[in-house]
């Protein structure tokens, strides 16, 4: 049970956050997108320090759940009290991902994740 430890705790705690109603939370006028980005913050930082997956693979879960929870492209479950008040307001999806990285940053690390995958490849100069 104890190696299931790193697995578990990740998950429930933020999960717990993120199923909390707002009045539990001891700030006044946190609305439920900042209650998700609270969760997702939670689970940053646990995966960082008990390290279930990868390190570079939290931060592409971070980045999947940002989309799918806070963006204005998510999921329409997430979206479906998008107007009202104490909901909070949607962030744009181009928002998010200039937040990460830039253009030219994902082509490289684009065509180096494709380099790794090919190991048969010699690079010869002409």
Same mark, same amino acid.
């Given at each position: 049970?104890?190696?299931?430890?790193? =697995?578990?705790?990740?998950?429930?705690?933020? @999960?717990? #956050? $993120?199923? %909390?109603? *707002?009045?539990?939370?001891?700030?006044? &006028?946190?609305?439920?997108?900042?209650?998700?980005?609270?969760?997702?913050? %939670? *689970?940053?930082?646990?995966?960082? !320090?008990?390290?279930?997956?990868?390190? =570079?693979?939290?931060? #592409? !879960?971070?980045?999947? $759940?940002? @989309?799918? @929870? !806070?963006?204005?492209? &998510? !999921? =329409?479950?997430?979206?479906?009290?998008?107007?009202?008040?104490?909901? &909070?307001? %949607? @962030?744009?999806?181009?928002?998010?991902?200039?937040?990460?990285?830039?253009?030219?940053?994902? %082509?490289?690390? &684009?065509?180096?994740?494709? $380099?790794?995958?090919?190991?048969?490849? #010699?690079?010869?100069?002409?």
């Amino acid at each position: 049970m104890q190696k299931y430890l790193k =697995y578990i705790i990740p998950i429930s705690i933020p @999960l717990i #956050v $993120l199923l %909390l109603p *707002l009045s539990a939370f001891p700030f006044e &006028g946190l609305t439920i997108v900042q209650q998700r980005v609270i969760a997702i913050f %939670l *689970l940053a930082a646990l995966c960082w !320090v008990f390290e279930p997956i990868p390190i =570079y693979a939290t931060s #592409v !879960v971070i980045i999947v $759940l940002e @989309l799918l @929870l !806070v963006s204005n492209k &998510g !999921v =329409y479950l997430f979206r479906m009290g998008e107007g009202q008040p104490h909901f &909070g307001e %949607l @962030l744009n999806y181009n928002e998010i991902m200039a937040t990460f990285a830039s253009p030219i940053i994902m %082509l490289f690390l &684009g065509a180096s994740s494709l $380099l790794w995958r090919q190991p048969n490849i #010699v690079w010869t100069s002409t």
